[in-house]
């Protein structure tokens, strides 16, 4: 059972690793925020948010559980180390082997599941700063097309009277600074 567990930790860190090799690799700009912007109308993240927050819990369980076996083994290696508890003539030696063979699985099964829990926050994070440049090249666009009206491609035909909901653009005032520098 524990080995079922541990294995389907590796292969959703597998699938982790896949997936932010997809979140990074450098795509034009254009083409990322088209692609990310058709996956965010899906709102996968609102759909998967519970899924995602069980299966971080089961892997801080999963830490805690091979830090706690970990701790196990160390203690009971450092009790047969100091000469007490295992006939070395007979048992020892192998019951040493033992120990070390399931103080590198402990190990080993600790790295996996504090990976794949980093790499959760990781993911999760990619995916908000994706999001956040797609909300911003809309704004910039819009915000272009608003100036400019003749540069409106997809948007819509914006012109001066609209209802009211055009946008007055005044030049900035100086600054108090800026007055200071030239003197």
Known sequence: MASIIWTSIFVFL???????????????RKIRNFIAS????????????????????????????SFISHQRIVDRMSEYGDGGGYDHHHHGHKEHIHDKERKYKTERNMYLAGFAFTLLFVIGRITQLMEESVELEKQIHDLSAVTDPSKTNDVGAVDGDN????????????????DKKKD
Request: hydrophobic share 50%.
């Open 163 to 178: 209802g009211g909901g055009s946008i007055e653009l005044k030049p900035m005032k100086k600054k108090p600074l800026e």
């Open 38 to 65: 058709k996956i965010f109308q899906l709102q996968l993240g609102e759909k998967l948010s519970k899924y995602i927050l069980f299966i971080g819990i089961g892997l801080v369980f999963a830490i805690l559980e």
């Open 14 to 28: 597998i699938c982790e690793l896949l997936l932010t090799g997809l979140l990074v690799i450098p795509v034009p």
